[in-house]
């Protein structure tokens, strides 16, 4: 029997970080994905790989550990959690291909998380559905960042442009956001754990400046709705730019991104912010009519991503010998 899932990567349009907090946020599903494929193994070990990136490893488990044979680590901590909550550790062979920059900001631990446990309830014939694989996966991430939000794994459950309340409601946009977005990333990685972890530290010293900007970015996330729902680009592009004033704030961006969201803007761009957790991955610029100008004037110096959004969430299926 071989179980096959796949689920895509996200950009976070507001609400990074806030969203921690019980603030509102707004995400949408893009068309990078992970894939998962999970089969008996040909040996007594269960064997990890995800020849995209190099990475081999041999992993045990029942014990969250592994021997590395091949590359560097990465994501192999939320594939060890997937394994520990759901597998019976018999001897399986899981190949990981994705084409989601890893550390990129686009939520590429969210992917793997959710098309990894969608993969196991297939393989052990467990029954879920989306609501339920949403939280299994925020509970995974949770455990191995410590804190984490639930909207990627929401994102990359259920597909879409999603807005995610304060009282953790979820809606689903109903328009045509096609628009012309243009993803910037640079080759140093963010660590998501590290970030959301600063972030608390910074709060904890700062509670009497902190805690309003906090609520402020959940204000403007609201404000964002609005301007989606009516299709004020223009109104999007300036919340957007402000949003990035906000995550300086909170000190997860770096010289990289803020380099790449100043040469968008100065390309054309009406809009263009950190998005994801910061300390390196990843920008996101809103350029109608622009897009070429902004894509060259990114890459110049760093990496450009041609995204667009889509509506499929994750995947599964099993296939029998």
Do not use: W
Not at 293 to 311: G, H, M, P, Q, W
């Amino acid at each position: 029997m071989i179980a096959k899932a796949s689920a895509p990567a996200k950009t976070i349009l507001f609400g990074e970080h806030s969203v921690v907090y019980g603030e509102p946020a707004i995400a949408g599903a893009v068309n990078k994905r992970a894939y998962i494929t999970i089969k008996e193994s040909d040996c007594e070990k269960t064997i990890f790989r995800a020849p995209d990136i190099g990475f081999e490893a041999e992993l045990m488990s029942r014990f969250k550990k592994y021997i590395l044979l091949k590359g560097k680590p990465g994501i192999i901590r939320y594939i060890l959690e997937c394994l520990y909550r759901v597998h019976d550790h018999s001897p399986i062979d899981i190949t990981l291909n994705s084409n989601v920059p890893i550390g990129s900001g686009l939520g590429s631990s969210a992917a793997v998380t959710v098309a990894m446990l969608a993969a196991l309830y297939r393989y052990h014939n467990i029954r879920f559905n989306k609501k339920s694989l949403a939280h299994d996966a925020h509970m995974v991430e949770q455990a191995v960042q410590g804190v984490a939000s639930p909207l990627d794994t929401l994102v990359s459950t259920y597909g879409g442009l999603v807005y995610l309340s304060r009282n953790k409601k979820v809606e689903h946009f109903n328009v045509n956001f096609n628009v012309p977005f243009v993803v910037g990333y640079t080759t140093k990685h963010g660590n998501t754990g590290k970030m959301v972890k600063d972030v608390k530290n910074l709060k904890t010293r700062n509670p009497k400046i902190i805690n309003p900007v906090i609520t402020s970015m959940g204000n403007l996330t609201n404000y964002a709705k609005q301007a989606i729902l009516k299709g004020d680009f223009d109104k999007i592009g300036e919340l957007m730019n402000i949003n990035h004033g906000f995550l300086d704030v909170l000190g997860v961006n770096t010289l990289e991104l803020s380099r790449m969201v100043y040469n968008a803007r100065e390309a054309g761009a009406i809009g263009a912010k950190t998005t994801g957790a910061g300390g390196g991955g990843s920008i996101i610029a809103l350029c109608p009519g622009k897009v070429d100008e902004v894509a060259s004037a990114i890459d110049r110096d760093d990496n450009i991503l041609k995204i667009r959004f889509t509506r499929k969430g994750v995947s599964s299926r099993v296939y029998r010998d």
